[in-house]
Nanobody, 117 residues
Framework: VQLVESGGGSVQTGGSLRLSCAAS????????IGWFRQTPGKQRELVAR???????NYADSVKCRFIISRDNAKNTMYLQMNSLKPEDTAVYYC????????????WGQGTQDTVSS
C-alpha cells in the first residue's frame, strides 16, 4: 500500500505546476484525499481535499489558484497549482484517509516545489 508522488519542481512567480499522486494497494475513491504542504519550522498545512468523493475544500491561501482532482480509472489524484507565489514554496504531500476518521492513513513521500521571484 503506497502513494507515490510525481511532478512539481521549480518555477517562477506566476507559473504553474501539476502534482500527481498514484495509489497502489487500495482504491482512492473510497477515501478522503488531500494535499498538504510543509515548510521548515512550520506545521504541515492542509491545502486541499476532496471528501465524499465530491466536495472540495481549499485553504484560503490557495483558493481560486489550486485545483484538486482525482482520476478513478488511474487511481491517481492531482493538484494543479496556478499563479504560484514564492510563499507557495514547500514540500507537498498527498494523503488519503478513511471517511469519518481523523487520522490520515497513507502519505506520499513528499515533493519539493520551489517558486522563485
Amino acid at each position: 500500500v503506497q502513494l507515490v508522488e510525481s511532478g512539481g519542481g521549480s518555477v517562477q512567480t506566476g507559473g504553474s505546476l501539476r502534482l500527481s499522486c498514484a495509489a497502489s494497494g487500495f482504491t482512492l475513491d473510497a477515501y478522503t484525499i488531500g494535499w498538504f504542504r510543509q515548510t521548515p519550522g512550520k506545521q504541515r498545512e492542509l491545502v486541499a481535499r476532496i471528501i465524499n468523493g465530491v466536495t472540495t475544500n481549499y485553504a484560503d491561501s490557495v483558493k481560486c489558484r489550486f485545483i484538486i482532482s482525482r482520476d478513478n480509472a488511474k487511481n491517481t489524484m492531482y493538484l494543479q497549482m496556478n499563479s504560484l507565489k514564492p510563499e507557495d514554496t514547500a514540500v507537498y504531500y498527498c494523503a488519503a484517509k478513511r471517511p469519518g476518521i481523523s487520522e490520515w492513513d497513507y502519505w506520499g513521500q513528499g515533493t519539493q516545489d520551489t517558486v522563485s521571484s
